[in-house]
């Protein structure tokens, strides 16, 4: 199969032309090549999408085309630039572009956001532009050739974010001797997938043609269930100190993602539903996982690997943990 991947040089992109690799597909990525190197065996076209053109593999014919743009206009040009050479079309979107993430258990009948044109990357306006993303595809290629896969939270080696990482890496260096301190809402659900397993569903998607508008997300576990997984893959013996989500937001501390926060914790009802997507349809069409303790344990040698002084986009710093974990125990 030829494979066309647009992106393919960060994260999830490269992982998808490893999985192409690895199945014996002739693998071409198009990216401007600024997030670093493609798969090794991959063939990288240097291109801007912002820019008319797809750097010459507009003029080739393609078995199938895995895109995992945000940019809507990016991604209309490309549908224009390749209707009619393509056999197959991945998108992955992402579940920012339902309306309620408040229902547990929901499926894609939620309703959708208003499409955006453009915005910027607040949940809302991510959501909008993807959903825009998925209507050019949609329209341009035909929903009898496209599957769109709604990805919920991506993990494992090569997770910058640090969402995933976090956990097992602060298990596996606890700040104070024993203790590592956590949200007292360890019920919380949460879902991790794989993005390895995410690419190779989608390579084996468009070998097969497989369509369909589906969320693409890991198993329903808790927050509680992260943190035990995490405990496993970092072989840590250190304690859950779990802490007030009252009192921590009154400290500063922050939910899901970013600098002095506690990743994955999302303690708002309109959020009750966005980590506990049912996924049954994704896995109906033959989307598989991996235990989430494998998932912990690679991006665990990930985070180890990072250079010591390259700072961290998401966590608490340790001095910062140090302070709160001894305000909590003088409380």
Request: aromatic content about 6%; glycine content about 14%.
């Amino acid at each position: 199969m030829r494979l066309l991947v647009l992106g393919g040089t960060a994260f999830l992109g490269r992982e998808v032309a490893r999985a192409g690799l690895a199945a014996g597909h002739d693998v071409t990525c198009v990216a401007r090549g600024e997030s670093g190197a493609p798969a090794d065996g991959a063939r990288l076209v240097t291109a801007d999408r912002s820019a008319p053109g797809l750097g010459g593999v507009e003029d080739e014919r393609w078995d199938a085309v895995i895109d995992v743009a945000r940019d809507p206009g990016q991604v209309a040009r490309a549908v224009e630039a390749l209707r009619g050479r393509v056999g197959h079309w991945g998108f992955v979107s992402t579940g920012n572009v339902y309306a309620d993430h408040s229902v547990p258990g929901a499926d894609e009948s939620t309703p959708l956001l208003a499409p955006l044109e453009s915005g910027g990357d607040e949940p809302d306006e991510y959501g909008g532009k993807k959903v825009a993303c998925e209507r050019s595809v949609l329209d341009g290629i035909g929903a009898e050739r496209v599957l769109v896969a709604r990805a919920g939270l991506l993990g494992g080696p090569g997770d910058t974010s640090g969402r995933t990482g976090w956990w097992p890496w602060r298990l596996a260096h606890p700040a104070v001797p024993g203790e590592v301190l956590v949200p007292d809402a360890l019920g919380e659900p949460a879902q991790v997938l794989d993005a390895r397993d995410l690419a190779a569903w989608l390579v084996r998607c468009g070998e097969a043609g497989t369509t369909g508008v589906v969320d693409a997300v890991g198993p329903t576990t808790t927050l509680g269930g992260v943190l035990a997984a995490a405990r496993e893959a970092s072989g840590s013996g250190a304690r859950a100190v779990a802490a007030d989500p009252a009192w921590l937001s009154e400290q500063g501390v922050g939910p899901w993602m970013g600098p002095r926060s506690l990743p994955l914790w999302l303690p708002f009802p309109e959020y009750a539903g966005f980590a506990a997507r049912t996924g049954e349809a994704a896995r109906a069409l033959g989307l598989t996982t991996r235990p989430l303790v494998d998932t912990l344990l690679d991006v665990l040698r990930y985070e180890e690997e990072r250079p010591a002084d390259e700072p961290r986009r998401t966590g608490l710093e340790d001095d910062d943990e140090r302070a709160l974990l001894t305000a909590w125990h003088a409380r």
